[in-house]
Structures are given as structure tokens and as C-alpha cells.
């Protein structure tokens, strides 16, 4: 019986339905893994499929697509290590998320997914069956139990693989970001460890799909919890590791132990991979957006910079009569910093044929509100036929406060394919300026420095749609906002709560009407990166029509 066991983790950015680009990346890691002397080579979670497939993955030409070329891979992977990756299994009518292990041109075992996760951005009830409490695979003599993703957040499964004889488990994961997640991870993970005294392999894939993202952070615990070995989140990459059995059983041999940053540059990073994902799995090589002068559109502008590189990002200025002569130094001076592709067209002469054009109708009416939208939405058809014209998506830059009550133009500001701060407060905009400014990374395409003046930070925040409007005028003060949003939107707070927290009453009825009123905005909005578990996509789903109201 071998004494010593090495396991190549393969932690990857798979693209949801390219399964012959999925598998080519699963080939690959397997021959780096076999060079490298492994037993097994690991993937994650549905890697053949890509993750998450939502209904996708329920089609039968799909999952019988995917379910081919795992076969094909056991195949073409015959002589070597054994091949741990992540698919769909149909047994009658029955389709389960699996583990499947491929050893000497066959399939030899496949670990079903027992715990369905149904919160969330997951809703696998409804695509998936439960599987079967089972027993652990052999390799090579070696018997590993696999705790798929879910199955490891709770004690049974790993209870049950170590009863059945399970040496150490290696669990497959596509577990996508919010902030402080990785310690939510490390103490379920550390809790699992605890109550069955095997080593644990933690793998988690990386990259963007949709609002998900996937950030990595492999890690592998000892038993008594100890961390033997730790992967950088967001990057994709191999690790061997080699695990050694002695008297007490097996033990992982202790590696490098990769940092991670802080949760302002997690968060960043987010938002520039799941940005370039996005455009890079869409087919998209270049952007646009509107570039105001404001703060919102200068960090969207430098996500995206980072994210593609400025020579691909255009940025245009779109003036009106209300746009100070501040905000056209301003953007100017981002565009210029970052060293992106700066326009000027102005709406001026657009929107005077918009007004004789409505005038007819409109007699006998003052002007209001619809005045101020036909600005934006005559900015969001220019930028639409910029965008048509030159093939680059276009950008929305509206912060998680202004899409929570709102404060947007639908069929205006809010055009566009995604919004990388869609789930950004503005209290939490201004900050993530300022870490910009003062951080660079390799992984960022723009240049260091202050790319975003401190005027920009500096200003008070206006639609300028009208003269000397301030946001303020409409809304709280955004610390006041996101607080009393915070508590409405990411901690189902009531309004009663929002008072004992020491807000206003009218205040925080005044927003809780906005949340609900501007539902069907959102409905109809941009995806955009998720950040936490209270972002406006899956994560929260509330209907349309809906008379309810917080007596409080």
C-alpha cells in the first residue's frame, strides 16, 4: 500500500456551455498533472459544463453533450493519473450534479451531490436531484471520500465518507464570491476537519459568469484545522500537493500559504473579472460608456481600463446646458489619466428637436421630470448607436444606491449590456476610488497613480438634468441612505427595526416606497457584479406588481 499520495488541483476559469473548450482545459490539466507524477489531477464543480447552468444543464441534448465528452475524456486520459471532474449524471429521470472519476479509460465512480443549495443565487431543487449518502472512491488503493460543494457545508456527508472509510477529503466546489466568504468557507471547512479527523482539500474554481464570481482561494486543512496549504483568489493556476500516510493516518505536507488581500481589493477584483469575463465570454473586446465628470462613471471607466486595457475602452462626454464647466474638466481629466479614447457630443441641438418635436403635445403643460429624462435617454441613443456602430458594449455606472430607489432613467442611463458597481453602495464608491488611487496590481492594464482627481471624490454628487441640482435634493445624504439600505435590502430589516437603529420613520418609509416602486427598473436592468449576498439579480427576487408596505 503507497505511503505517500500527490494530487495536482487544478483551479480553473471553465465558460459555462463550451464544453469541448471545458474538456480541452481538463486535458490539459491532466497532462501537466501527469508530468508532475500525480495519482489524481482534480477540477471543480460541473467543470465540463461551466457553473452555474441554471435551467441550461436541464436540456437533454446539453447534458447528454457533456455526459459525451467526460466519457471521451476518461478515454483520451486512459494512461496516467486518475481524473476528478465535475458534470451532470442522469440515472432514468433522475439528473444529479456529480463528481465523476476517471481512471483507466472508464468512468470507475461518480459522487453524487446530496445537498441541494436553494438561497441564494442557487436554486439547484429545481434543476437537480438529491443524491444518496454514499462511500468514498478508491485510487490507486487510496479511498477518498468527495463532499460535493454544498455537501460539505453540512456534517453528514463528511460523517458518512468517513465511516465508510475515507482516508481524506477532497471537495469540489463552484462557490462564487461576496465579501467575507472565504472565512465563511474556512470555518465550515474547519468544522468538517474537526468532526471526522481526516485531512480536507478545499478546491473552488475562478472566474466570472453573469454576476458570479468565482474567486478561487484553494486551501487544504490538516487535521486540528491547521491550513497546510493556501492558492491566490481570482487567479487560475495548479497546485501539487503531496500527502503523506503515518501512524496517525494521512497527513498533507505543508506548502505555500498564498495571502489574501483585503476586501477593498477583493471587491476590485471582482469587479474587473467579472467584467472581463463577461465581455471576454460574450465575444466583446471593447466598451463604452458615458463619462459625466462624476465619480460614479470615473471608477466604472477605471474597472474597465484595468480590466480590458484603455486603449479599448471609449469614454464620451455628453453635455447640456447643465453640465458645469467642472464636470467637462473632469471627465476630461479621467479619460486623459487613464488614457482612454475621450469623445465630446454634445445634446444641446438633439434635444431642441426632441422638445419642438413633443411641443405640440406637451402645450399647456409645465415642465417637470419628463424634461429631465429626455436628457438621459437622449444620451443613452447616442451611446446605443455608438455602440451598434463600432461593436463596444456599453457600459451602465448607476451605484447600488441609486438602483435600490431608483434614482435612474430607465431606457436612459440605465442602457447598457452590464454594471460592474451594480452592487457597490455610494458610501463604498467614494472609498473604492481612493483605494484605487492609491493601489496598483499587476493584474490592473491601466496605470498606477491618481487616475480618479480628488475633485471627483471631492464634489457633492449630481444628475445635473436641471440647474444646480445635488442628489441630495431627491435622497437622504448617502450615509444615511446606505445605512437605512443596508439594513431594508441586505438584512430584511423591518422599518421598525430601521427606527430603533435611530433613523427617521418618514425617512426610511420614504425609501422603503422607492425600494418597492422602482422593482420593475430593475427587472429591466444591466446584470452586474455581485458583491454580497443582497445583490439586485438572484439573490433578490421580489415581484412587480406588490401593494406591500411596512405599516412599522
Known amino acids: ?21 471545458n474538456a480541452a482545459q481538463a486535458r490539459a490539466a491532466w497532462e501537466a498533472g501527469r508530468d508532475a507524477g500525480a495519482d489524481l489531477v482534480a477540477l471543480t464543480e460541473m467543470f465540463i459544463t461551466g457553473y452555474n447552468t441554471q435551467d441550461l444543464v436541464e436540456k437533454p441534448v446539453f447534458h447528454q453533450t457533456a455526459i459525451a465528452a467526460l466519457e471521451q475524456l476518461a478515454r ?11 458534470g451532470p449524471h442522469v440515472e432514468g429521470a433522475s439528473l444529479y450534479n456529480a463528481l465523476y472519476i476517471l481512471k483507466g479509460g472508464q468512468v470507475t465512480h461518480r459522487a453524487l451531490k446530496h445537498n441541494l443549495p436553494n438561497e ?3 436554486d439547484e431543487v429545481r434543476i437537480f436531484d438529491a443524491g444518496p449518502l454514499g462511500g468514498p472512491y478508491a485510487v490507486d488503493g487510496v479511498r477518498i471520500g468527495s463532499p460535493v460543494c454544498e455537501d460539505a457545508w453540512h456534517p453528514e456527508v463528511a460523517e458518512t465518507l468517513e465511516e465508510t472509510g475515507a482516508e481524506f477529503l477532497l471537495v469540489p466546489n463552484g462557490s462564487p464570491y461576496y465579501r467575507g466568504k472565504f472565512e465563511t468557507r474556512l470555518n465550515h471547512m474547519v468544522a468538517r476537519v474537526v468532526e471526522t479527523g481526516l485531512p480536507l482539500i478545499y478546491l473552488n474554481m475562478v ?25 491566490p483568489v481570482f487567479e487560475t493556476g495548479l497546485r501539487h500537493i503531496d500527502l503523506v500516510r503515518g501512524a496517525e493516518g494521512w497527513r498533507i505536507t505543508p506548502q505555500e500559504i498564498t495571502a489574501h488581500p483585503d476586501e477593498w481589493e477583493q471587491d476590485y477584483r471582482a469587479m474587473v473579472l467579472s467584467l472581463r469575463d463577461y465581455l471576454g465570454k460574450t465575444g466583446f473586446t471593447k466598451v463604452l460608456l458615458g463619462l459625466s465628470g462624476g465619480i460614479d462613471s470615473a471608477i466604472v471607466a477605471t474597472i474597465a481600463a484595468d480590466a480590458i486595457g484603455p486603449q479599448n475602452v471609449r469614454c464620451v462626454m455628453l453635455p447640456s446646458e447643465y453640465t458645469s464647466s467642472a464636470s467637462l474638466e473632469d ?7 487613464l488614457g482612454c479614447r475621450y469623445d465630446y457630443v454634445p445634446i444641446a441641438q438633439g434635444r431642441q428637436a426632441i422638445t419642438a418635436t413633443l411641443a405640440p403635445l406637451f402645450e399647456g403643460t409645465e415642465p417637470d421630470l419628463t424634461e429631465e429624462n429626455i436628457q438621459s435617454r437622449l444620451r443613452g441613443l447616442l451611446l446605443m448607436a455608438l455602440s451598434n456602430k463600432f461593436g463596444e458594449m456599453l457600459l451602465t455606472t448607476g451605484n447600488k444606491s441609486e438602483v435600490a430607489v431608483g434614482y435612474a432613467t430607465i431606457y436612459g442611463d440605465m442602457a447598457g449590456g452590464y454594471n460592474p458597481i451594480k452592487d457597490l453602495y455610494k458610501t463604498r464608491v467614494f472609498e473604492q476610488c481612493r483605494w484605487r488611487n492609491a493601489n496598483h496590481r499587476p493584474w490592473m492594464m491601466a496605470t498606477a497613480g491618481e487616475v480618479i482627481p480628488a475633485r471627483v471624490i471631492s464634489k457633492p454628487p449630481s444628475a445635473e438634468l436641471r440647474e444646480d441640482q445635488k442628489d441630495s435634493d431627491s435622497l437622504p445624504d448617502y450615509p444615511v441612505l446606505d445605512a437605512i439600505l443596508e439594513m431594508l435590502v441586505d438584512q430584511d430589516a423591518s422599518v421598525a427595526d430601521c427606527v430603533a437603529a435611530g433613523h427617521d420613520a418618514d425617512v426610511v418609509k420614504k425609501v422603503e416606497r422607492l425600494i418597492y416602486l422602482s422593482e ?9 457584479t455581485r458583491l454580497t449576498k443582497g445583490a439586485f439579480w438572484l439573490d433578490r427576487r421580489y415581484p412587480i406588481v406588490n401593494r406591500w408596505r411596512d405599516p412599522g
Do not use: H, W
Not at 486512459?78 to 465535475?86: H, K, V
Not at 466570472?208 to 491550513?227: K, M, R, T, Y
Open 331 to 337: 471627465a476630461e481629466a479621467v479619460a486623459r489619466a
Open 207 to 231: 472566474g466570472g459568469q453573469d454576476d458570479q464570481v468565482f474567486d478561487g482561494g484553494s486551501f487544504a486543512l490538516n487535521p486540528g484545522g491547521e491550513i497546510a496549504m493556501q492558492m
Open 120 to 122: 441564494t443565487v442557487f
Open 76 to 86: 483520451e486520459c486512459a494512461d496516467g493519473p486518475a481524473l476528478a471532474i465535475g
Open 1 to 21: 500500500m503507497a505511503d505517500s499520495f500527490r494530487i495536482t488541483l487544478a483551479q480553473l476559469n471553465p465558460v459555462v456551455g463550451d464544453i469541448a473548450g
Open 520 to 528: 420593475y427598473k430593475r427587472f429591466q436592468s444591466a446584470p452586474g
